[in-house]
Nanobody, 123 residues
């Protein structure tokens, strides 16, 4: 089995920055695309950013130029640097990854989610 654990959320004022981290652990063979999603109260979960194994990135229009996604493959970790935060960025942020892991003699591909971390932007 595998686990994704996020950290770095919190309460900040508009214009400030936060850095989220998400570390994958378990019997991992490989990790494909990693990404961040967010869900505000009463709304659906939306894509924030993704990053491939070769470093290609994709961002939601609402965060382009403010957020940066990176990954450290040696640490099985993905990061989200969030600058110039706005109140509308307030949400629970979830990490997501395509992970191939060992189960006995087999390799299993799983799309996995973290438990989420709260980001609140308020004055």
């Amino acid at each position: 089995q595998v686990q994704l654990v996020e950290s770095g959320g919190g309460l900040v004022q508009p214009g400030e920055s936060l850095r989220l981290s998400c570390a994958a652990s378990g019997s991992i063979f490989s990790i494909g695309v990693m990404g961040w999603y967010r869900q505000a109260p009463g709304k659906q979960r939306d894509l924030v950013a993704t990053i491939t194994t070769t470093g290609n990135t994709n961002y939601a229009d609402s965060v382009k130029g403010r957020f940066t996604i990176t990954r450290d493959s040696a640490k099985n970790t993905v990061y989200l640097q969030m600058n110039s935060l706005k109140p509308e960025d307030t949400a629970i942020y979830y990490c997501n990854a395509d992970i191939t892991y060992y189960r006995g003699d087999f390799k299993i591909l799983s799309n996995s989610w973290g438990q989420g971390t709260q980001v609140t932007v308020s004055s």
